[in-house]
């Protein structure tokens, strides 16, 4: 299954990206993405949900 950039997009600006930044972090993510699927042996979608965790702690510890 292939993240969808615009949907990917939306959950980066729904988790605290900035909206102008979003379509290019989106591509960003989504090839760092199949970088870990490939070396860890995940599927592309755990690699994904891996990374979107990261980002939602980050931008979470920023806001406080």
Request: aromatic share 2%.
């Amino acid at each position: 299954m292939n993240a969808n950039p615009d949907q990917l997009a939306a959950a980066l600006v729904a988790l605290g990206c900035p909206p102008e930044k979003s379509a290019a972090m989106a591509a960003q993510l989504d090839k760092r993405a199949r970088q870990l699927a490939e070396q860890k042996g995940r599927s592309h979608e755990e690699a994904l949900a891996h990374l979107l965790t990261l980002m939602k702690q980050g931008w979470a510890a920023t806001g406080k």
